[in-house]
């Protein structure tokens, strides 16, 4: 599969459990995150080009799958996922306590997403 269709792989299942936990519908929506974790593993494997072609993500229209993908690319893009965080906290809502949760991990040490 290329790049490009992992990363929209990632962002159809990110938005697709957004909106299954949004329905109370959890089976759905752990069914969506089996999905967009298997596309984000595939792009790490290829390394940095990987995290790269997730990078473009950081502009998505949709706060879930920026702060989704800015959480897995924090070692990878610092200031930029650390900014894409802080707005997704400030937001509101389910997405605004993932991020604080990831920048939280990150600033105590303790977060592991995409380990080198």
């Avoid at 984000?40 to 494997?45: R, S």
């Avoid at 924090?74 to 200031?79: E, G, I, N, S």
């Avoid at 996922?81 to 949760?101: Q, Y």
């Amino acid at each position: 599969m290329k790049l490009e269709e992992l990363v929209e792989q990632f962002a159809r299942n990110v938005a697709a459990q957004t909106d299954a936990i949004h329905r109370g519908d959890s089976r759905t929506g752990n069914k969506h995150a089996k999905q967009y974790t298997a596309a984000l593993q595939a792009l790490c494997a290829q390394g940095d080009t990987g995290r790269e072609a997730l990078a473009v993500l950081l502009t998505h229209p949709r706060t879930d799958i920026r702060a989704m993908a800015a959480g897995f690319l924090l070692r990878y893009r610092t200031a930029e996922a650390k900014a894409v965080l802080e707005a997704a906290a400030k937001e509101g809502g389910i997405g605004a306590l993932d991020a604080i949760m990831t920048l939280r991990h990150w600033e105590n040490g303790t977060w592991a997403l995409d380990p080198e």
